[in-house]
């Protein structure tokens, strides 16, 4: 990995920050392959808990479901959050759910628009896709003890690659002016911090359910569950405080969607 100080500027990030402890050591790469990795390493080394790794370029970006995360220069933010915790194993997916709705939040903060949730994790403006995040886990003695949470937001991009270009929308796209990818990370670890602190101490998302489900894009809407076990289709009716999405299926049964097994995908499109 090659170091550089200048890009994104070291301070330009910690100077505005207003947390107590995350990301005030944030590590700056010119070009990576990914910052996932470079987070996983850093806690396997005995990095310090909160430390955010910020890159200008992967070259080997990672997706959700193995697929590659398209990573150019100069345009777009890729970030991983190390965190040290101890936890059980089904509440990784929680995290990354509270993670959505920071970034969520923050964007509708700095950009001013109408950024949504797709359940669990894909922030959407006016349906399609404009950040993902990439949850890894170490596990030690059936507990998680590491968490990397990787987030890609499509900033000042123009256009897509024809694979993604029906799917894809970034801040330029939506807005027409280019936003600064600091003020915009700044953002995100501000308001995460305080939100990971309540998740630790609660260990689950009663605290937070109905503002995600505020957020959520695919609330009232009509969805095709993709489990591995069977297919099926219902109305999305929002999270539980587990995290799970609680889909009314034709019966009038209705079905709790943990987030590690299958995805969702709405009936007519991506939403
Ligand atoms: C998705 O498929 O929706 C998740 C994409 C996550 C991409 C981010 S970019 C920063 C971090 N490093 C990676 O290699 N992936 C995540």
């Not at 220069?73 to 993670?99: H, N």
Request: with cysteine; net charge negative.
């Amino acid at each position: 990995m090659e170091r550089q100080r200048d890009f994104f500027k070291e301070n330009e990030i910690t100077d505005r920050l207003n947390t107590k402890w995350m990301a005030r050591k944030t590590i700056f790469l010119k070009s990576t392959v990914s910052t996932n990795l470079d987070a996983g390493k850093l806690l396997d080394e005995g990095g310090a808990n909160g430390t955010l790794v910020v890159a200008d370029e992967q070259t080997g970006g990672k997706g959700r479901r193995g697929r590659s995360w398209v990573s150019p220069p100069g345009e777009a933010v890729y970030m991983s959050l190390a965190l040290k915790l101890d936890f059980e194993p089904d509440k990784a997916s929680m995290l990354t759910i509270v993670m959505a709705y920071a970034v969520a939040t923050a964007l509708r903060k700095v950009t001013g628009l109408d950024a949504g949730i797709k359940w669990p994790n894909d922030i959407v403006v006016k349906g399609r896709k404009l950040c993902g995040i990439l949850t890894e886990m170490n596990m030690d003695g059936g507990r998680i003890r590491n968490v990397v949470i990787g987030i890609g937001i499509n900033v000042n991009q123009c256009a897509f690659d024809d694979e993604i270009k029906e799917t894809a929308t970034s801040v330029f796209v939506e807005k027409g002016q280019k936003t600064d990818r600091s003020v915009l990370i700044g953002a995100i670890m501000d308001c995460f911090e305080g939100l990971y602190e309540q998740f630790v101490k609660e260990q689950d998302l009663g605290f937070l359910c109905d503002e995600y489900n505020e957020m959520l894009v695919n609330r009232d809407r009509h969805v095709r569950v993709l489990d591995p076990g069977e297919e099926y289709e219902g109305i999305a009716l929002g999270i539980n405080t587990a995290g799970e999405l609680i889909v009314r299926k034709e019966d009038a049964s209705e079905v709790c969607v943990y987030a590690g097994e299958v995805s969702v995908r709405g009936v007519y499109g991506y939403v």
